[in-house]
């Protein structure tokens, strides 16, 4: 565990991601308040939380759809990462079980090797080492959005 910018490794994984958001005319937005302090997490787990919930969202939005990643203050001492996109979103019926078992439907059943659905398992076991937990925030409007917080840095 060590303190860094959230902001700077969204910028970083945001790239890993532009070409193929390019090919299929998203836009990748970072809606980042200003001021944010530092967190303190394990960097290599979190870059693997973001990849995998934005990998997601980009297969899952449209052509000319949008991947929205918003970093807010919440409450005292945490961040709020939501990862929202502009897709189908995911059915009630498929969203109580997301976190702890493989799910093919979707984007994911038309693909023809099944291999993976692994994504969202890890994201919850990462974020309960980290103390905190992944949510499927209620649908409005189109699409998926997921969110967790995460602690900061404790100051001096
Ligand atoms: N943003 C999203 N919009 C719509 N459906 C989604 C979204 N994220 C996940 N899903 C659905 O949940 C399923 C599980 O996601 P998960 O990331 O665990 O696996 P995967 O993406 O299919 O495979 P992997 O992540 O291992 O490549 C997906 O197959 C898809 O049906
Ligand atoms: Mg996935």
Same mark, same amino acid.
């Given at each position: ?8 490794? $969204? +910028? &970083?994984?945001? +790239?890993?991601?532009?070409?193929? #958001? ?11 308040? *200003?001021?944010? *302090? ?6 290599? /787990?979190?870059? @693997? ?5 934005? &990998? ?9 759809? &949008?991947?929205?990643?918003? $970093? ?12 929202? &996109? ?5 059915? *009630? ?15 994911? #059943? ?10 969202? /398992? ?5 974020? @309960? ?5 992944? @949510?499927?925030?209620? +649908?409005?409007?189109?699409?998926? #959005?997921? +969110? ?7 100051? *001096?």
């Amino acid at each position: 565990m060590a303190p860094f910018f959230l902001s700077d490794l $969204l +910028q &970083d994984v945001f +790239q890993k991601f532009e070409l193929a #958001a390019e090919a299929r005319g998203q836009r990748l937005v970072a809606d980042i308040a *200003p001021g944010l *302090p530092r967190v303190t997490a394990d960097l290599a /787990m979190m870059e @693997r939380v973001l990849v995998n919930l934005i &990998d997601n969202a980009v297969r899952a939005a449209p052509v000319g759809g &949008d991947v929205t990643v918003r $970093l807010t203050p919440r409450g005292r001492g945490g961040i709020e990462v939501t990862v929202r &996109d502009t897709g189908p979103g995911i059915a *009630p019926v498929l969203a109580e079980h997301l976190f702890e078992r493989p799910v093919f439907t979707g984007y994911a #059943a038309a693909q023809e090797t099944r291999s993976g659905g692994f994504g969202l /398992m890890i994201v919850d076991r990462i974020l @309960r080492l980290h103390e905190s937990t992944i @949510r499927l925030l209620p +649908q409005s409007g189109a699409g998926a #959005a997921f +969110q967790f917080v995460l602690r900061c840095e404790t100051g *001096p």
